[in-house]
Nanobody, 123 residues
Framework: QVQVVESGGGLVQPGESLRLSCVAS????????MAWYRQAPGKEREYVAA???????DYADSLKGRFTISRDNAKNTVYLQMSSLKPEETAVYYC?????????????????WGQGTQVTVSS
């Protein structure tokens, strides 16, 4: 029904920047909140940032000032601009979207995850 695909991961050196993208597609009537999470090896998945349909943003406290989340509602796409990356931020970055489907009479909000994109920060 709904596909969520992240892209933009890769290998960067400490201090460098990277921009991730996530596109939601399928029988979507409306995409509400969109968010990024990450999971480092051996650790639990953690919250990174979120953005509402109106563009209100929220960040994990430790990331404020270095990461910027944005979205393009016309493309059902969310971005994560990351700067001054650190080796400990090596992780799989996941996108989560909250959507309303096009199914008639179904007003439930559904949550979908992407498969993740690997970000490796290493010299």
């Amino acid at each position: 029904q709904v596909q969520v695909v992240e892209s933009g991961g890769g290998l960067v050196q400490p201090g460098e920047s990277l921009r991730l993208s996530c596109v939601a597609s399928g029988n979507i009537f409306s995409v509400n909140a969109m968010a990024w999470y990450r999971q480092a090896p051996g650790k639990e998945r953690e919250y990174v940032a979120a953005i509402t349909k109106r563009g209100i943003t929220d960040y994990a406290d430790s990331l404020k000032g270095r990461f910027t989340i944005s979205r393009d509602n016309a493309k059902n796409t969310v971005y994560l601009q990351m700067s001054s990356l650190k080796p400990e931020e090596t992780a799989v970055y996941y996108c989560n979207v909250e959507v309303l489907l096009t199914d008639p009479g179904d007003y439930h909000e559904y949550s979908y995850w992407g498969q993740g994109t690997q970000v490796t920060v290493s010299s």
